[in-house]
């Protein structure tokens, strides 16, 4: 069983940057894929970004490739999503989700941390 916990969101102007990081607890930590996905007002929770065991794949959304980078780091038990040329869009609450296997599918992931909101203003 792993427990994450987000944190790193607050507030932030069209175009800027925010790392969020989300900190795993358990020493199977290295085991589990990694994801972010995010919430919007009004919408349903979305895949955003998921990072495999091994940390070599990774895949993003499209609303996102190219402006987001997931990394892990197993020795702090520790995984980022640097957000860059952030848009109002991005404007959710953003969640670190841990799983056995690397999917977009939010009921494919099995421990979820509480979120963070990121607000993007324009």
């Known amino acids: 069983q792993v427990q994450v916990v987000e944190s790193g969101g607050g507030l932030v102007q069209a175009g800027g940057s925010l790392r969020l990081s989300c900190a795993a607890s358990?020493?199977?930590?290295?085991?589990?894929?990694m994801g972010w996905f995010r919430q919007a007002p009004g919408k349903e929770r979305e895949f955003v970004a998921i990072?495999?065991?091994?940390?070599?794949?990774?895949f993003y959304a499209d609303s996102v490739k190219g402006r987001f980078t997931i990394s892990r780091d197993d020795a702090n038990n520790t995984v980022y999503l640097q957000m860059n040329s952030l848009k109002p869009e991005d404007t959710a609450v953003y969640y670190c989700a841990a799983g056995e296997q690397v999917t977009m599918r939010t009921d494919g992931m099995d421990y979820w941390g509480k979120g963070t909101l990121v607000t993007v203003s324009s």
């Open positions: 990072i495999s065991w091994s940390g070599s794949s990774t």
């Open positions: 358990g020493r199977t930590f290295s085991s589990y894929a």
